[in-house]
């Protein structure tokens, strides 16, 4: 993948993790990446379509997951190229809530609401710095 590319989905992004929504800014340890929506063992490929921008933690929880379970039941992982974000979360303060059980098994399988990914988010939104209207 080419650093044009890269390029290209990062600003596509806002710079902003495309499944927790943590801007790029705001991860003082970790790098961010792209991410294939489909990994490449299930058929996924380089094409834009199928990649978005994920901070560290979102990415390594996800793997090459399409899929998670949610109270026994087989549920779709959040596709950021195909799906509307404000459709499947919402922000209870801090906390991350899916709206439909998409959301619910995303919020989930990557552990977005971590205790210290939502303290981290406390000490963005008190400085200013996380938005939770989006």
Not at 45 to 53: A, H, N, V, Y
Request: overall charge neutral.
């Amino acid at each position: 993948m080419d650093a044009a590319l890269r390029a290209f989905v990062r600003e596509r992004a806002g710079r902003r993790c495309e499944y927790c929504r943590l801007h790029e800014d705001d991860s003082d340890y970790l790098s961010f990446h792209v991410e294939h929506v489909v990994a490449r063992q299930h058929g996924g490929s380089d094409d834009p379509d199928w990649l978005c921008f994920a901070c560290a933690e979102c990415n390594w929880a996800k793997g090459p997951n399409l899929a998670g379970l949610f109270a026994g039941k087989l549920y779709p992982l959040f596709n950021p190229r195909k799906q509307s974000w404000k459709r499947h979360f919402h922000w209870d303060q801090t906390t991350l809530v899916g709206k439909t059980m998409t959301g619910k098994v995303t919020v989930q399988v990557l552990n977005i609401n971590d205790p210290s990914r939502v303290m981290l988010r406390e000490n963005l939104l008190f400085e200013g710095r996380f938005q939770l209207d989006e």
